[in-house]
C-alpha cells in the first residue's frame, strides 16, 4: 500500500463526530486538519484527535499536506467549498446531497472533469453489509427478475434532536434532500439508474420549533417541502415508489422493499450500515433472513473515503459524484414533477457503482 490519503476537513458540526469515531479504523486516509467558520469548532476537533491542526477555512486549502477536503459543511455551502477544493488542486469528498441544486453540482462535475483530482459523495451506508447483502441476493437471482421497489422514510423531522436544524427546513434539505440521498443511492445500487421520475410534495407548517440545545423553544421558518412523494422508472424497466416525509409520527414499513417475479426482499435501512435482508418466495411460508454475503463489515461513516483511496485512478469511486449528482437530479427533478404536474426524464446515468464483497 502507498502513502495514505491526507485528510482535512471543512465543516466541524454535528457529523463530524461520526467520522471522527471512524478514522482510527481506517488504514488508506489519515486526518491531518479541520476549518469551521467557527474556529472554535475546529479547534475542538484538533483537541479531540491528536496530530489534527486546526487552521483557517483558507489556510486548510492552501495547505500541502491535505490531499482531499472532507467537506462536512451545510448542503448550500457543499457547492462552493468542493469548488474551491478542486481550484485548490485537491480531490473533495462532499457529505451529502453533492450540492444543493444540480446547477451548482454540475459546475462541481465539471471543475473535476479538467482537473488532477476526484470527487466523492456521501452516503457510504450504501457499502455496508445491510445494501451489499440484498444487492447480491438480487444480482444471484434470488427474487426472479425485479419488478418495483418502494422506499419509506417517515419521521416528525429532526428539529426535537438537531440543536441547529435550520438547514432542513431550507431549499437543499427537506425530508428528499436529506434523507433521499440514502434510499435513492440504495434504490440505483439495487436496480440501476432512473430514466424518469414522477412527484407530488406538499408542505405543512410556516414554522418548526427547535426542541433541544441552546436554542430549544425557538421556532424556525421552513421555505421547503415537508412531504415528498413519488416514481421513479428505472432505466431497465422497474418502478420505485418512494414516500420521503417530515410530517409523520412513525411507520412500521420496511424501510425498503424490492418485488420480483419469484421473491420480496425486505432491504435495511439506507442510513444504516448493516441490518437484516430478508426473503420471502414465491410459495414459501415464512420470511428468511439471509447470511451477510457482501459489504464492508463493521463499517460506519468515513468508509467511502477508504474505498475512494483504494479505488485505482481513472476509475469512479463506488462513493463518487457520478451517482451523487444522478442521486440529486432525480430528487430535483421529483420536486420540478411536483410543481409542474408532468414526469421529468432524467438526463444524468450512472453506472451501478461495483458491487462490494464481504470484506
Ligand atoms: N447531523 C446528522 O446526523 C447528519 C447525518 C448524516 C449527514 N449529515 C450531513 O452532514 C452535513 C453537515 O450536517 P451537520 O448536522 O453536521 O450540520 P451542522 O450545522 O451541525 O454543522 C455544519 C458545520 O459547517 C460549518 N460551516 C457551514 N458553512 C461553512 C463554510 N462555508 N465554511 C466552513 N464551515 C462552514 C458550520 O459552522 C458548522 O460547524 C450536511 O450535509 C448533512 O446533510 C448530517
Same mark, same amino acid.
Given at each position: 500500500?502507498?502513502?495514505?490519503?491526507?485528510?482535512?476537513?471543512?465543516?466541524?458540526?454535528?457529523?463530524?463526530?461520526?467520522?471522527?469515531?471512524?478514522?482510527?479504523?481506517?488504514?488508506?486516509?489519515?486526518?491531518?486538519?479541520?476549518?469551521?467558520?467557527?474556529?472554535?469548532?475546529?479547534?475542538?476537533?484538533?483537541?479531540?484527535?491528536?496530530?489534527?491542526? %486546526?487552521?483557517?477555512? +483558507? $489556510?486548510?486549502?492552501?495547505?500541502?499536506?491535505? /490531499?482531499? *477536503? #472532507?467537506?462536512?459543511? !451545510?448542503?448550500? =455551502?457543499?457547492?462552493?467549498?468542493?469548488?474551491?477544493?478542486?481550484?485548490?488542486?485537491?480531490?473533495?469528498?462532499?457529505?451529502?446531497?453533492?450540492?444543493?441544486?444540480?446547477?451548482?453540482?454540475?459546475?462541481?462535475?465539471? %471543475?473535476?472533469?479538467? +482537473? $488532477?483530482?476526484?470527487?466523492?459523495?456521501?452516503? /457510504?451506508? *450504501? #457499502?455496508?453489509?445491510? !445494501?451489499?447483502? =440484498?444487492?447480491?441476493?438480487?444480482?444471484?437471482?434470488?427474487?426472479?427478475?425485479?419488478?418495483?421497489?418502494?422506499?419509506?422514510?417517515?419521521?416528525?423531522?429532526?428539529?426535537?434532536?438537531?440543536?441547529?436544524?435550520?438547514?432542513?427546513?431550507?431549499?437543499?434539505?427537506?425530508?428528499?434532500?436529506?434523507?433521499?440521498?440514502?434510499?435513492?443511492?440504495?434504490?440505483?445500487?439495487?436496480?440501476?439508474?432512473?430514466?424518469?421520475?414522477?412527484?407530488?410534495?406538499?408542505?405543512?407548517?410556516?414554522?418548526?420549533?427547535?426542541?433541544?440545545?441552546?436554542?430549544?423553544?425557538?421556532?424556525?421558518?421552513?421555505?421547503?417541502?415537508?412531504?415528498?412523494?413519488?416514481?421513479?422508472?428505472?432505466?431497465?424497466?422497474?418502478?420505485?415508489?418512494?414516500?420521503?416525509?417530515?410530517?409523520?409520527?412513525?411507520?412500521?414499513?420496511?424501510?425498503?422493499?424490492?418485488?420480483?417475479?419469484?421473491?420480496?426482499?425486505?432491504?435495511?435501512?439506507?442510513?444504516?450500515?448493516?441490518?437484516?435482508?430478508?426473503?420471502?418466495?414465491?410459495?414459501?411460508?415464512?420470511?428468511?433472513?439471509?447470511?451477510?454475503?457482501?459489504?464492508?463489515?463493521?463499517?460506519?461513516?468515513?468508509?467511502?473515503?477508504?474505498?475512494?483511496?483504494?479505488?485505482?485512478?481513472?476509475?469512479?469511486?463506488?462513493?463518487?459524484?457520478?451517482?451523487?449528482?444522478?442521486?440529486?437530479?432525480?430528487?430535483?427533478?421529483?420536486?420540478?414533477?411536483?410543481?409542474?404536474?408532468?414526469?421529468?426524464?432524467?438526463?444524468?446515468?450512472?453506472?451501478?457503482?461495483?458491487?462490494?464483497?464481504?470484506?
Amino acid at each position: 500500500m502507498g502513502q495514505p490519503l491526507n485528510i482535512g476537513i471543512i465543516g466541524c458540526g454535528t457529523i463530524v463526530a461520526a467520522y471522527l469515531a471512524t478514522f482510527p479504523k481506517l488504514k488508506s486516509v489519515r486526518l491531518v486538519a479541520a476549518a469551521d467558520i467557527d474556529p472554535l469548532r475546529a479547534e475542538a476537533v484538533a483537541h479531540k484527535y491528536p496530530g489534527v491542526r %486546526a487552521l483557517s477555512v +483558507a $489556510d486548510l486549502l492552501a495547505d500541502n499536506e491535505v /490531499d482531499l *477536503v #472532507l467537506n462536512l459543511t !451545510i448542503p448550500v =455551502a457543499h457547492a462552493e467549498i468542493a469548488l474551491q477544493a478542486i481550484g485548490a488542486g485537491k480531490s473533495v469528498y462532499n457529505e451529502k446531497p453533492l450540492a444543493a441544486t444540480t446547477g451548482e453540482g454540475r459546475m462541481v462535475l465539471d %471543475a473535476v472533469r479538467s +482537473a $488532477d483530482v476526484r470527487v466523492g459523495c456521501a452516503p /457510504d451506508t *450504501v #457499502l455496508g453489509t445491510g !445494501i451489499q447483502t =440484498a444487492r447480491k441476493a438480487i444480482d444471484d437471482g434470488l427474487v426472479g427478475a425485479p419488478i418495483s421497489a418502494t422506499a419509506t422514510l417517515a419521521t416528525p423531522g429532526p428539529e426535537p434532536w438537531h440543536p441547529n436544524p435550520d438547514f432542513y427546513y431550507v431549499p437543499g434539505g427537506g425530508p428528499l434532500l436529506d434523507m433521499g440521498p440514502y434510499y435513492i443511492s440504495a434504490l440505483v445500487t439495487l436496480l440501476g439508474p432512473v430514466a424518469s421520475v414522477i412527484g407530488a410534495a406538499s408542505h405543512t407548517r410556516a414554522t418548526r420549533t427547535i426542541g433541544s440545545g441552546p436554542r430549544q423553544g425557538q421556532r424556525i421558518p421552513v421555505s421547503t417541502d415537508t412531504h415528498v412523494t413519488g416514481i421513479l422508472a428505472h432505466v431497465s424497466g422497474q418502478l420505485s415508489t418512494i414516500f420521503m416525509s417530515f410530517d409523520a409520527v412513525a411507520t412500521e414499513a420496511a424501510r425498503i422493499e424490492v418485488h420480483g417475479e419469484t421473491g420480496s426482499l425486505v432491504v435495511p435501512d439506507p442510513n444504516r450500515f448493516d441490518g437484516d435482508v430478508r426473503l420471502r418466495v414465491l410459495g414459501g411460508k415464512e420470511w428468511q433472513t439471509l447470511p451477510v454475503s457482501a459489504g464492508y463489515v463493521e463499517s460506519s461513516r468515513g468508509i467511502g473515503l477508504e474505498d475512494l483511496a483504494n479505488t485505482a485512478k481513472g476509475q469512479e469511486p463506488r462513493a463518487g459524484g457520478q451517482l451523487a449528482f444522478h442521486v440529486l437530479e432525480v430528487m430535483e427533478s421529483l420536486l420540478v414533477s411536483a410543481r409542474t404536474g408532468t414526469a421529468v426524464a432524467i438526463e444524468s446515468r450512472c453506472d451501478r457503482p461495483p458491487a462490494v464483497p464481504l470484506t
